[in-house]
């Protein structure tokens, strides 16, 4: 009786309300649940998990102490003290430089807030660190490189452990003084602050050997100086630019400055401002943002004592480097305090040369502290007999390509992951790579795709196995939209007489042109694309490959060749293209697309590049030239899961997944790359045949504005159980039509109504509880908990979502 008249109760506010509300509860919910007495308490814990993005809580206490004693203020005396001249100054912000340890200083003119490229607060328990920690923490510039040989001339063996990183302060053999000295020699440290937060940065002048490490001014101008950075104790050195412009810090290293004088050494790597926005401990109520996926938070306010490592742009095939994290954005920020200030670096040249490492603060750091390594050379394997063996060892040439980073420094309300996505969003959009949806339609579009026919191994060649015609196509076409289901996108696999499993098929139809024709011209009256996939990266068995010619070989000199077993025991052989391959055979094709009147949809070269050998060893950098000239003249165009230097391209970004790499240190899943792309292009999630959250995933599509796709067949799928489409392992229309429909549905009553809006805010009201906010003054709710949720502006059942109009 007492849950009846609650449940009154929720009525009655629900009619008092006078907002309009598009309400929307579980699916499927029409059986009954049996609940343990503890299931709350485990929900919560899942609520609570780096699954879901959680509440800003931070307490008084804590947020007062960080204000009192772990926000930066500096006087202009106290930065004239520590050596620092002012270099730059706009309307949004002061950069100061001190030049021995390439160490900057920033202030943001609107918050009053200041930045440091060193560790600070290292004074703050009355003892430093060691001199050679504080030496890499007070350093603005690293080298990372390797000793060739020894000092009597032999070679080295050269491994990982080779790479030794060091500073401009550790070269130079930088000493501290200690408290007494400090007092005797430095009138302003005897003054009451001997173990302030300046003086525990002062050194002994004399101890600088500039016979070792030496910092030149090369020029200067009003925006920009740039330095000459002089490492003679390597035989190193190259040039600097810091540039400050419309509010934007920069930083760039010219690739073609760098100078190797000494044999016994090579550079492998530079770091420039590796401490910059670092935090002590867990005393910083803020976060990391890193691009992994889409997209994780690290809450650094509490201890990890982890580390973090990956390559912008994923995996480097071409040196068998491998990442289980995707960076598909070049850019990483740092939050101090939500609502207060915070920074995002984008990598805005030679991202594919840089690798983003984080380390966390534990037993082996008192620092959060994030940074990006410019990568100038790399190890590689060199093969010396044909059973693959050889040693490592490093290129001889250096990167062809500059490095530059610019720092966007934000407050107030747009010191968050949003802001951040927002703003690097904008600067995007300004640049003409990220644009305004065209013709925004009344409902959501959704994807769906229909396998044709694959092959498998007969007694003599190969069978081909049918799995849905051209007509079956156009039968679920008009059955969806009679349904409702009106913006449908539709892909053609296994279209080939090659079949699906064959990377880069023949542009051979295994239809009449006509009845391709007519599904082409079909979904064309109703202003729906459709499209042809094939792969022009990765091919397996092709018949368009020549083996000599078009096989990349790895930076060791091997070919790219792999073999492949799928679960139900199919072999098959697969071949990474050379670029140029690639570039040709896309080209080649684009008539045939437009003749037919179909776009084209591809999967690896959106997300798969490499570095490899053709005479000479080419760069991650031309292979992106390759393909951003190769799909230059496509009009439609869908990738997966693409890097953002191909984003200028597509017309539809498939197979989001709704995770970043689970890492254990990552607290928070947060939507950083669907808001980037929100207002700009349609974003479609993985198939969801293969759904395993049910309707916990459409509640995040919901949340991220993704929108469905399907693979379907009109053959039942273990008729394919045999072909390199094994893989797909429920396809059947007969399956998923109602799916369809009813998923169709319950997305498209909540996006539909923010179709070409970008969102402007995301906040968590209630634990398991988001609100998303669009430009176009929409508001979703999302609750992924079982307990019903209310404020003045809905009334929110569990497992549920609500538009607010």
Known sequence: MLKVFKYLIVVVIFSALTITVVNASTQNSAYEIVLSDNFGYIEDLVLQSSRYTQQEQVSPEALQLYRDDYTLSFTEDELAFLGYEEILNDAQLRVYFEQKSFSVVIQNKETGYFWSSRAEFQHIEGTNETPLFRNMMNSGLWIESVRMLTNGGAPININEKSLETESLYRIAGVAYPNDENLIANYPECALGYATSNVCSQVIIPERYNESRVRVDRVSTSADAIVTKVNIFEYGF??????????GVFKAKVYSDTIVENDPKFKLTGIYVFPYLGSTRKDTTPGYFVIP???????????????TFQSRYFGSEYGYDSYTTSQLTMPIFGIVHEVGGNGFYAEIVEGAQQGILYADLYGANSRYNYMRTKYSVRELYRRIINAEGGGSLTLLDQLTQYDYATDYHFLG?????????????????RDAGILKDLVEPSANIPIHLNYLMADTENAFIGVRRIRMTRINDVLDMYETLKEAGVTNQMVTLHGWSNDGNGV??????LNESRRQFEKLSDTLAEDGNPVYLNNDYVVASDSRRVNYINDIARNVSRLKMTYSNLSFSGVESNIQVLYPKATAAKLKGDEKFYNNLGYGLETGSVGNMLFSYY?????ER???MAYYQDALEGYDNLLLSTPNSYLWQYMDGYLDMAVTNGQFNFYT???PILPIVLSGSVPVFTPYLNFNALGNERLLMMIDFNINPRYVLTEENTYKMRYTRSSNLYTTAISDYEAEIIDTYQYINDALKHVIGAMIVEREVVALGVVRVTYDNGVSIYVNYSDEIYMNNDVILFGKSYEVVL
């Open 292 to 306: 992994d996926g889409v997209g994780a938070l690290v809450r650094i306010n509490q201890m990890h004592g982890d």
């Open 668 to 670: 928070d899943l947060a």
């Open 503 to 508: 990377g880069l098929a023949r542009t051979k």
């Open 614 to 618: 053709d005479n000479r060893v080419y």
């Open 412 to 428: 107030g309300s747009d010191a968050s992951y949003v802001g951040i996505a927002a703003n690097y969003r904008e600067k995007l």
């Open 621 to 623: 950098g031309d292979a």
């Open 237 to 246: 050195s190259f040039n600097v630019e810091l540039r400050l412009e419309n």
